[in-house]
């Protein structure tokens, strides 16, 4: 199953490399990753999504829990929580595939972001099974190139992952 | 700043090697005497020596080591004691700060390097945080689940023209590392109730006990309730090991009663203990019947192998001793008729394998004898070290250690060359103790380099060399499982020992018959001021039994090479 795991972690040199470290070291999987500071500027925020059975996913974060740099860590799809994924994507838009593409992109709600006269770059948020239907409903559109943040995700409600 | 943390800290010895990168510590090691500096020959006996000085009295050893080679060299030394839970303060020298990165002489990236084998690491960016910097260390390294701490150390942090405000703090303080000081009192109250019910127990305890000081409420524990005990190759001497309570080590060269026991038990209470695959055999088979209570400071041990039905995350010492105040409290105490059956069934399982070999089949002693000896004449009380192997099996199970702390050996990451240093270590900071290096012709020739270091700070410890010319642990598996195609197994090109201990200025002696190996061992010890090397001819074809087959149950035995369970 996957989930999403969210870590607080001192912002110091060398911490993100013990959380990617123990990822490799204990053969767990990363699906995507991605990490900023926070409005403390100390603190740093983690979110890596990873697929295992309940056994691994509690290892992992009793491992990750075990670092001496990560303050806090939760499993956000314990709960209700929201995930988003930042997607832009490059493609070759010319004649009748420009109209296409903007309406494609409109379903989505996703926004033209830079425009040359033969090509379109689109700009997409959401979850990540939205992105993939997207890139899915491009249909015989022609991808030149596409980049994803990878996910960051929050809890629901009045919980919060802070200190 | 260095140095004057290490005595702020009440380091006596710091064990290490010098270079470039660490000239300036060097420099102020040498003017003054609070801490002393043991030169090894080589940086894995120095990362060996301190910790086995953690291992002997649960304190951080400190191992001071240069950049590049220096650093390299000591990385066998932090992985063996990481696998163990160890505390342990490596000091790396490291090139100036301004020309890491650029492949500068005798540079390489420590933290890198040691990142998967330590608790924590630490650079050094500023002089002024040294201070901070070696208490948080020790702090680390000594507290909650112990490991080794690494300190990579620029050089131009310690230029000693340089002057900085210097504070060693009292306190640490990490909003990120906060050790767990008892278990959850609920969870506590349940498990001692299972206990009070069990009609097969069995308490299987490793190395928490013993690193976290929790050998006499073992004790407590098990005798109010008179349940059999087991430990790990971790945990001996965390329960004593002539009692009649004690039935052995258990595992994979576990005692044979001691495996029955963990199969067929209806009640595992497991504590400072990880369900080892040395222990546990095939994880699917392992003791179909039991209810397991697990008791560890770390989290991430328990149910991580084997599910735990009770978890209790805390310190051994003060969980059993809550667990102890409970079962003095409880009206209840577990049927008295039902432990007594299960005593005669542990008995008759103890009699009918309980440590039996042959000495029959071979005109050469059985290393068996001679561990048994060593236990005679030590009564059981001296501090045995080991290397890894066959003869390292052998201590472990005819080896009746009393006390805990005294069984210093490589467990987790079974590391050729521990135990030389290891004996060094423990008998430099316990001089008037008797301090055995229990080792093979294979093993010993790994760090035998430091019979140099021996004779310069005069560290007599003893050697007792199981010789029997050959890879005996790698020989027996082949043996069992490659026809005897005895693979770059047998050593034919060994020195003679004792000539080779007597260049270094020490005592060799050599038996070759057991009527002369009590004499040469009261002879050995006599020599109290004296490193002795005795080279003790064994039978190269004899097996470490019982010997589990592997992915069986706990109960899958080879009990000698013609017998099966």
């Known amino acids: ?163 | 700043m260095v140095v004057r943390a290490l005595k702020d800290e009440g380091v006596k010895y710091i064990y290490g090697y010098p270079g470039g990168s660490l000239l300036h510590v060097y420099d102020a090691l040498f003017q003054q005497e609070d801490v002393q500096h043991i030169l090894v020959r080589h940086e894995q006996a120095a990362t060996h020596m301190a910790d086995a000085y953690a291992r002997a009295t649960g304190k951080a050893g400190v191992a001071l080591v240069t950049s590049g080679p220096g650093a390299t060299n000591a990385v066998t030394g932090i992985a063996t004691a990481f696998m163990d839970s160890i505390p342990m303060v490596v000091i790396t020298g490291q090139v100036m700060s301004h020309l890491i990165g650029e492949d500068a002489f005798q540079e390489t990236d420590m933290l890198g390097i040691s990142r998967p084998i330590v608790k924590h690491n630490f650079s050094v960016q500023r002089p002024e945080d040294i201070p901070g910097i070696v208490k948080k260390a020790f702090h680390i390294a000594e507290s909650g689940r112990p490991g080794p701490v690494v300190i990579d150390l620029p050089k131009d942090m310690t230029t000693p023209t340089e002057r900085y405000p210097y504070e060693y703090p009292q306190h640490v303080k990490m909003r990120s590392y906060t050790p767990i000081t008892r278990g959850h009192s609920g969870q506590i109250k349940k498990a001692t109730d299972l206990l009070l019910t069990a009609k097969r127990p069995v308490i299987y305890a490793g190395g928490g006990v013993i690193m976290g000081n929790a050998s006499n409420e073992l004790i407590e524990l098990a005798q109010l309730l008179n349940f059999p005990v087991t430990n790990t190759l971790m945990g001996l001497g965390g329960y004593p090991g002539t009692d009649r309570q004690f039935v052995g080590m258990l595992g994979m060269h576990g005692s044979y009663e001691a495996n029955m026991a963990m199969h067929h038990a209806d009640l595992i209470l497991a504590v400072g203990a990880r369900f080892d695959d040395r222990v546990t055999n095939g994880t699917d088979k392992f003791c179909p019947t039991a209810k397991i209570v697990h008791i560890d400071i770390d989290p991430a041990s328990i149910s991580k192998t084997v599910q735990a039905d009770i978890p209790i995350v805390g310190p051994a010492k003060v969980v059993l001793e809550e667990m102890v105040q409970l079962v003095n409290a409880s009206q209840q105490r577990p049927d008295a008729a039902a432990l007594h059956a299960w005593w005669q069934q542990i008995d008759e399982w103890r009699q009918r394998h309980g440590g039996r070999y042959r000495t029959d089949d071979s005109e050469l002693m059985k290393p068996q004898q001679v561990i048994e000896m060593l236990s005679k004449v030590t009564n059981g009380d001296a501090f045995v070290t080991s290397d890894v192997g066959q003869h390292q099996m052998f201590a472990a199970q005819y080896y009746k250690f009393n006390k805990p702390n005294r069984w210093i050996n490589s467990g987790g990451l079974g590391t050729m060359g521990f135990g030389l240093p290891a004996a060094m270590g423990v008998k430099m900071n316990f001089p008037d103790d008797e301090v055995v290096c229990v080792t093979g012709e294979g093993s010993i020739q790994m760090n035998i380099q430091e019979l140099s270091t021996c004779n310069q700070y005069d560290l007599p410890v003893k050697i007792l060399c199981l010789n029997n010319q050959s890879l005996g642990m790698v020989r027996q598996w082949q043996d069992m499982n490659y026809e005897s195609r005895h693979s770059q197994s047998y050593m034919n090109s060994l020195p003679d020992f004792v000539k080779l201990v007597e260049s270094y200025g020490h005592v060799g002696i050599k038996v070759e018959k057991y009527a002369d190996l009590e004499g040469a061992m009261r002879e050995a010890f006599a020599l109290k001021d004296r490193l002795v090397f005795m080279d003790v001819a064994v039978d190269p074809f004899e097996h470490v039994y019982p010997m589990q087959v592997p992915r069986g149950a706990m109960r899958d035995m080879w009990l000698s090479k013609t017998e099966r369970t």
């Open chain 1, 1 to 163: 199953m996957r989930h999403i795991i969210s870590v607080l972690m001192e912002n110091e040199p060398g911490a993100l490399s013990r959380v990617v470290g123990l990822f490799a070291q204990r053969n767990y999987n990363i699906e995507s990753l991605t990490v900023a500071p926070t409005e403390d500027g100390t603190l740093s925020r983690l979110t890596v999504t990873t697929i295992g059975n309940d056994r691994v996913v509690e290892q992992i974060t009793k491992q990750l829990n075990k670092l001496v740099d990560v303050v806090k860590v939760v499993d956000l799809s314990e709960g209700e929580h929201i995930e988003r994924e930042v997607m832009m994507i490059k493609l070759k838009a010319s004649g009748q595939m420009r109209a296409e593409i903007k309406s494609t992109c409109d379903i989505f709600r996703g926004q033209i972001i830079d425009v040359t006269p033969t090509t379109y770059t689109v700009q997409l948020v959401g979850a990540s099974d939205k992105l993939d239907a997207f890139i899915n409903a491009l249909g015989s559109a022609s991808i030149m190139e596409v980049v994803r943040s990878g996910v960051c995700g929050i809890a629901r409600g009045e919980k919060v992952l802070s200190l």
